[in-house]
């Protein structure tokens, strides 16, 4: 590829040198080239340091001073384009896109660089998000990397399986790693980085700074947070920067600044140099950086804000607040108010360890996930029962985003093996209790810093539970006994699953439970009262996509980690973009004759739709189906997350 040499770039450094007293550059300049070939440039392509932010020119050129302190260059992937791979792509490199490059003479502050980044074209208006959060990674005594590589791997590997033709990638949301064991088990970014390619992980993965990302072997002192970053810098790329896939523009946000104080009084983990504290805002340069950003997007794009930790709580009723108001840098409203204008934003957030939607009411353009963890909780639940769940009782799992053009519908997925649709769980009060009045270990649960609520005292005979694990009040919930309407109420507790597989093991094997690890109470618990302790419950939950989950269950049901784990007596009625994503589920489709005939192993609905537009939804039973159709001519068949093309003659 030939030198960046346009005129542009020329009169870009000879204006340099002409306020240059010494006809050097107290700056480098950074220069060089997006495109797709030797002739095709790409224009207005974003191009950044960190600080600096510039539009590459008709050409694909680009150029700009920089005083090389973030260390790298990066540009924003326009829509329509990912890195450009080809037979020389790095595995590594297809996980990783290469959208920054390291500076070659970083500590050279004057020294001009090239850098160019080619492209390749793609049709990704319609397109897959799967948003991850704390996999805090480290090889430690909760078997992390073992059920990392059992449970979620095989299940984002079928995530991407199903995908089929459309494309699918991945937002981790910080704390891939886990900075107290960096040096213990010798695991930091660059080995986090090294996994995802030997575990095979399918789809490319666009990282978020967390707090455990810092190294922790940073002293303390002025640029500690800064220098703590490099690690990661160097491994996974910026701190923050943007991307746009489709009409989506993402943007990605490092709202953790890093302290490290040192505490003379303390003991440290081999090679740590400090408490790993640190504070949730985004820094003054980082601020100026997203207003200089969205500065070139148009309000009508729906902007995806990705971070660690959020912006907004839920308290106990369910009422959002700000978790850092404001300050020097961004906090909670400077970031809001630089959105306030787009017509749509959504927060994706993670490091509280469960799950929870929130709507600010003074911005309503504005929706927060808060993802909880993939290996929740931090993997002890896993290590003692082998299913990983929150502190909250939300399965450990991902969030997944299927968009089309400007629309989008989410939905969790848990990743359980196996296991697929469970978006909530059912807990019998009347068990509960007996277990609370009789277990010796669940007696002697130490108080965390919060209270265990008293099954005796807070809830009604015959109660019982529901946690729905990605509840925003857009839901619908409805049981009935007998066809008779329940009212289901929603309470604050905590789920006894999540007691029973972590903290009383936890208990049992050690006196030490700390907050962080133990069972929280969450608002997505609602509380009906059956009639009687041997009550058949019809429970059918709806999402504010229409997507419908439904159980039938018969009391008592035991409170043990395996009656209540996640099971696959859910009946999953899937609609809208999401419905051909459905795991687990096959269907056989053909045609005999004039009919259209589907053979499934489960039953669900059938949308038969031709060459016109005329649509038909059908029920479809497991085993053998025939829907008649009128007229000759090609049809679209959707049953059970297949999708094929059939011509009746």
Request: aromatic share 12%.
């Amino acid at each position: 590829m030939k030198s960046i040499s346009g005129i542009s770039i020329l009169l870009f450094l000879a204006v340099s040198l002409m306020f240059s007293p010494k006809q050097s550059h107290a700056k480098a300049v950074i220069s060089g080239r997006v495109y797709v070939s030797s002739t095709v440039g790409v224009p207005n392509v974003l191009v950044s340091d960190g600080f600096s932010i510039v539009q590459t020119d008709e050409n694909g050129e680009y150029a700009f001073e920089s005083d090389k302190k973030s260390g790298i260059v990066y540009i924003s992937m326009p829509s329509g384009y990912m890195m450009y791979e080809n037979y020389k792509t790095t595995d590594t490199e297809k996980i990783f896109p290469p959208y920054w490059h390291a500076f070659n003479y970083p500590n050279t502050k004057n020294k001009n660089e090239e850098h160019n980044f080619r492209l390749k074209a793609v049709n990704n208006t319609n397109h897959i998000m799967c948003f991850i959060a704390d996999a805090q990674l480290c090889g430690r005594q909760t078997k992390d990397l073992e059920l990392y590589q059992t449970h979620f791997i095989p299940r984002i590997k079928k995530e991407a399986e199903n995908a089929g033709t459309t494309p699918i990638y991945s937002i981790h949301l910080g704390d891939e790693v886990f900075d107290e064991y960096w040096y213990q088990y010798k695991f930091n970014p660059s080995t986090f980085k090294a996994k995802q390619t030997g575990d095979g992980y399918p789809m490319k993965i666009f990282p978020t700074m967390g707090n455990h990302d810092n190294d922790g072997a940073t002293p303390q002192s002025d640029s500690v947070d800064y220098e703590a970053a490099r690690p990661y810098r160097m491994a996974l790329g910026p701190e923050y920067y943007s991307m746009n896939i489709g009409s989506i523009h993402y943007v990605f946000l490092d709202n953790i600044v890093y302290k490290n104080t040192y505490t003379p009084t303390a003991s440290y983990n081999t090679g740590i140099l400090g408490d790993r504290d640190y504070d949730t805002y985004v820094t003054e340069s980082q601020m100026e950086w997203l207003k200089k950003d969205l500065s070139y997007v148009d309000k009508s794009t729906p902007v995806f804000l990705c971070l660690h930790a959020p912006l907004w709580g839920v308290n106990s009723k369910g009422a959002t607040y700000a978790l850092r108001a404001r300050n020097a840098g961004g906090g909670t409203y400077q970031i809001c108010d630089a959105l306030k204008d787009f017509e749509k934003v959504e927060i994706f957030s993670g490091h509280r360890h469960k799950y929870y939607n929130c709507t600010p009411s003074t911005y309503p353009n504005i929706y927060e996930h808060t993802v909880g963890c993939v290996g929740g909780n931090l993997y002890w639940a896993g290590k003692y029962s082998g299913h990983v769940n929150c502190s909250d009782g939300a399965p450990g799992g991902y969030l997944v985003l299927n968009i089309k053009d400007k629309d989008y519908e989410w939905i969790w997925e848990n990743a359980e093996p196996g296991e697929y649709g469970t978006q909530f769980r059912v807990i019998d009060v009347n068990t509960w209790r007996q277990l609370y009045n009789t277990d010796p270990t669940y007696a002697k649960l130490p108080a965390t810093g919060h209270a265990y609520n008293n099954p005796n005292t807070e809830f009604a005979d015959n109660t019982v539970l529901l946690n729905v694990f990605a509840y925003d009040p857009a839901w619908k919930i409805e049981v009935t006994e007998n066809g008779i309407k329940k009212e289901a109420k929603q309470c604050f507790t905590q789920d006894v699953y999540h007691i029973i597989t972590c903290d009383i093991p936890r208990r049992l094997a050690s006196t030490t439970i700390s907050d962080e690890m133990a069972s929280w109470a969450t608002h997505h618990m609602f509380k009906v009262v059956a009639s009687s302790p041997t009550s058949t419950l019809d429970i059918k939950v709806t999402d504010r996509f229409g997507n419908v989950f439904s159980r039938t269950v018969t009391l008592p049901i035991p409170c043990t980690a395996d009656a209540l784990q996640p099971k696959n007596d859910v009946q999953m009625n899937v609609s809208g973009i999401r419905q051909a994503a459905i795991v687990g589920e096959t269907a056989t489709i053909y045609t005999q004759g004039s009919a259209i005939c589907v053979d499934a192993n489960k039953k669900g609905q059938v949308s038969i739709v031709s060459l016109s537009g005329e649509t038909m939804v059908k029920t479809l039973n497991e085993g053998h189906n025939v829907f008649n159709v009128n007229g000759q001519g090609i049809y679209i068949v959707r049953a059970n997350g297949i999708i094929k093309k059939l011509f009746i003659k």
